[in-house]
């Protein structure tokens, strides 16, 4: 069943045409990855899932996006930089997503105080962003998504301001100890599988080989999809990304 789709879906900003006729199904408790090049339009793409596009923008297609039960939007996004605020603690960061979430309190904190330990923070709450590694802080942002009690988490290029060695241990924790453990015990919405979806937008093949169930290529702008395979080889992606 899928949680998330896309149907014919194009983006248009003025005269730039950022997405040209889309097809995009994401299924429950599926880990789906978008690659493609610079400028393809992946951010769109993941914006547009997530009810996120500028007024400006001229959207055709169909779109089907789940709601929670008390009406808000199923999905929570996660930037490509981090967004944390400078001024507050790292537990007050993290909280955050599940404050505008409306995630009571005390479900979240409980929630919080295991996340941090999983995400390796634990001892890190009172830290001040700026106290914390590059590798810290994407975590922090992730844990704070993650937090925000959505099923179907929208990450955009999560690890992509890091430098290779640590994107390397962040790919590898994710995989390891990742999603869907976390979502698996998740305290708020959940699909119902009980797993998170997810679709990370990422510039780079192996990650999104590593990660995902699912990879989706889409080709130079006006982004449109070359490629939609299961557990691809590296050769296709690679294939598809020159197309
Ligand atoms: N708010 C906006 N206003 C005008 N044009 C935009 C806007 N957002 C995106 N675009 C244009 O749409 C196209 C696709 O941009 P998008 O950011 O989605 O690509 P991308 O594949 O995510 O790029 P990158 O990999 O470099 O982050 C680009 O030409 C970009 O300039």
Redesign the pocket.
Known sequence: MSVLAAHGLSVR??A?A?LDEVDLAVADGEFVAVV??????????LRALGGML?P??AVSGTLSVPTLPGGGPATAWMP?RDGLLPWRRAWSNALLGARIARVPRPDAEARAAELFETFGLGGFERAWPHELSGGMRQRLALLRTCLAGRPVLLLD?PFGALDPITRRRMNEWLAGVGLATTAGTATAASTTTGQRAVVL?T?DVDEALALADRVIV?GA?P?RVVLDAAAPSREKVLTALEY
């Open positions: 900003f003025g730039v950022a493609g090049p610079s400028g393809c339009g992946k951010s769109t793409l500028p400006s923008a490509q290029e937008v510039h889409l702008r982004g």
